[in-house]
């Protein structure tokens, strides 16, 4: 049964927010209708030791009822913890508020499912936790799995091919083959020759720079 509490008892916490984003129309609406008397359906709040009565579902009435300056708001209270709370919030407002859209439905879907606590709970579970179909379930985890996918298969592309195929076959990693043979001098050098000419390598082949 609805009680009234005091509106700055209430802990709001984004982390139990499903909605993409709040609509400040919808908020500005809600507490002009507020401050006129109109009454709003109690919000839901879960009671977390050493936390406090955390908001699980009414964000923007409570936004409303701050904007229009109330001291209390009838709320809904259930005893529990974390998970009791993220199980009020994924399903929040399905049938009343302001109608969930689809990005907000796929928000509920895809914290639900990296969700540590409902790791492996399977699609029906999540559909019915976010209230959603379980089609739509399937659709995002499929999105979800395909990025994952692409992400692990990803390789980026490496110098080290190239490099390897234009070094010498001995200075390449992994090979058997030794120092190449140095062909033995048929003559000593033209004294007469200057030494900054004489071409590094001799009978090695190429010079590798």
């Known amino acids: 049964m609805p009680v009234h509490m005091k509106v700055s008892d209430i802990v709001v916490d984004q982390q139990y927010q499903m909605r993409v984003s709040m609509s400040d129309e919808t908020i500005a609406d809600y507490a002009e209708a507020m401050e006129d008397n109109a009454v ?3 919000v839901t709040v879960v ?14 009435r409570i936004a409303a009822a701050k904007k229009a300056g ?5 709320v809904t209270i259930v005893q529990g913890d974390r998970r ?13 508020g302001l109608r969930r859209t689809n990005a ?16 492996g709970v399977g699609a029906t579970k999540i559909a019915s936790l976010c209230q959603v179909a379980r089609s739509f379930v399937y ?18 592309p ?4 190239t490099q390897n195929a234009a070094a010498p076959a001995d200075s390449r990693p992994g090979s058997s083959a030794g120092p190449a ?6 003559a000593a050098p033209n004294p007469s020759r200057p030494a900054e000419a004489a071409t590094p390598g001799t009978g090695t082949g190429p010079a590798v720079t």
């Open 181 to 186: 043979p140095t062909e033995p001098v048929a």
């Open 84 to 96: 009791t709370a993220k199980e009020h919030a994924y399903g929040a407002n399905p049938h009343h």
């Open 158 to 161: 490496h110098e080290s091919a």
């Open 139 to 156: 659709k995002i985890e499929g999105e979800l799995k395909s990025k994952v996918s692409t992400k692990d298969t990803f390789q980026p």
């Open 104 to 119: 907000d439905k796929r928000n509920s879907v895809m914290k639900a499912l990296v969700d540590p606590d409902y790791e």
């Open 47 to 60: 009671e977390i030791e050493g936390v406090g009565f955390v908001l699980v579902e009414g964000f923007h």
């Open 40 to 42: 709003f359906p109690a």
């Open 70 to 74: 109330l001291l209390n708001f009838p």
